[in-house]
């Protein structure tokens, strides 16, 4: 297991990798470059000068997470085809410089989507919230003037100003489509890359949709295990792998999270772990809590136990925290309360390799 840390770049994350490089038990970090569009081609240029700031930091970066799917290879348009050629020369490029995993989704115009950025505990710190009931009252234009208007000034991770720029026209796009169909677009998707995955020795781990149900009647397709199996099976491959996010899975109870560990990582296709913890408030409602299985409703230590017998070489990060001690930040990304979470993970993961 190597526990890392997102980090964004010097110029978009407050959080320098110095601080990050202080966290007991961190590794490295996994990658964001969420100033390349989605659809262009990540030029040696760009990744160069990101990995060697990471190692001169004393860091590695084996992980990118934000090599976005183009709407368009999602949506089956003709133009998929060279977007698909464009994202595996971003492949090769990227493996030239040491990566070995790449996170991405296949969510179709929503990434992660919450109704609160900032909501306030009793004790004054703030989480991300959601209530499905508060985003019935709303159309997806609602959601993303709101998320706007909460961010604090940051670009948040799947909400890139060029792709809310076509939300009308993606969302009349996808009106009609049915799972399978966008399943298909999915399949000729990883047929497309798998191979150059394989020949330069790189993993794909799709991301689960985040919250884990269909939002405003759009297709998501990866949100239960049932959707995980299916999509491993897409294309047979190790290439072909998952990033098991527990909070983004855990948002919907009836997923047993460390069962999916378990079952997936004996299936040698879990590539990377976000590890976060949820308290559900009720059906679709739930905010996120901090990394202790007793503040929310996941039982934190069978995920580790899972990850350290069916998947121990597996690229780990806490997800989502709390803005804690009066910090101000990119919603959901602070760097007290992620340092908590990996300091507790850690901590999980020696008493049951000790125990092992």
Known sequence: MKMTFRWYGADYDPIPLQYIKQIPGTSGIMGAMDWIPAGEVWSEDEIAPYIKQVNEAGLECEVIESVNVHEDIKLGRPTRDRYIENYCASLENLAKHGIKVVI??????????RTELYHENPDGSTCLYYDDAVLQGMTPQDIVAKTADESAGFMLPG????????????????????????????????????????????RMAVHPDDPAWPLFGIPRICNSRDDLDKIVSMVDSPANALCVCSGSLGSNPANDVPAIYREF?????????????????????????????????????AIMKAIHDYCPDVYVRPDHGRMIWGETGRAGYPLYDRALGIAYLNGLWEAIDKQA
């Open 265 to 301: 990582g004996e299936r040698g296709r879990v590539a990377a772990a976000h590890v976060r913890n949820v308290r559900y408030l009720g059906e679709k409602h739930f905010q996120e809590a901090a990394h202790l299985s007793s503040d929310g409703s996941l039982d934190m230590h």
């Open 159 to 202: 909400w890139e100003p060029e792709r809310l720029a076509q939300l009308d026209e993606f969302m009349d796009a996808y009106q009609g489509m049915s799972p399978d169909e966008l399943r298909d677009n999915y399949r000729y998707f990883l047929e497309g890359i798998i191979p150059t995955c394989e020949k330069v020795g790189i």
């Open 104 to 113: 991405y989704n296949f969510m179709p115009v929503f990434d992660w989507l």
